[in-house]
């Protein structure tokens, strides 16, 4: 595919990738747009719209809602974040309020499936992070959604792993994690 937008070979592109991956359901999963700019939404991570715009698409079936869900979109996670300076008076919401507030919960009445492409909280060294009063909110933040997505039998992804473009995941490339984010991660998959 060229340099060119995504609408020009789109359509060929993903009509070749299907028709080479169609017998395969269980393991393949095409992932189309990574963080869409939809011109006609106020938010692209609202998906108060989602069903109703893919419910245009025509045949729906196979087809899940990704979502990005990072601390630091205080907007949908009321979190205290580099972006209001680490405020005292932030209080971040809880999974199912978080999820509420991005509009996932109709997503999932609808009957479609969700993942969490990528999935974070922005501690992004310990030089430049909060008050432990607002690590510890972040990290009960990221168990409380990850909690919340285990029990709607959703999926999600840590992002990113590596150990230099934030959110950091690892201290080292042996696997180490991260202090707040790497070690809630970590501790959480153990648990399951």
């Not at 969490?116 to 992070?129: D, F, N, S």
């Amino acid at each position: 595919m060229s340099s060119r937008e995504p609408t020009d070979h789109g359509p060929e592109f993903w009509t070749e990738v299907a028709t080479e991956y169609q017998a395969d359901h269980a393991s393949v999963i095409l992932y189309l747009f990574n963080e869409p700019f939809i011109t006609d939404w106020d938010n692209s991570a609202d998906f108060t719209q989602w069903v109703a715009k893919v419910g245009t698409i025509g045949d729906t079936t196979n087809v899940a809602a990704s979502w990005h869900a990072y601390s630091d979109q205080s907007v949908h996670t009321l979190c205290p974040t580099q972006y209001n300076n680490y405020s005292t008076s932030q209080t971040c919401a809880d999974g199912a309020t978080t999820a509420m507030n991005y509009g996932i919960p109709g997503v999932l009445a609808a009957g479609y499936p969700v993942v969490v492409g990528e999935i974070g909280i922005g501690l992004y060294t310990q030089a430049l992070g909060p008050c432990a009063t607002q690590a510890g909110q972040l990290t009960a933040w990221l168990e409380s959604l990850l909690a919340w997505l285990d029990g709607q039998g959703q999926g999600y992804n840590a992002w990113d792993w590596n150990t230099e473009a934030p959110p950091i995941l690892l201290t080292s490339l042996d696997g180490t994690p991260s202090p707040y984010f790497g070690v809630t991660y970590k501790a959480h998959l153990a648990g399951l």
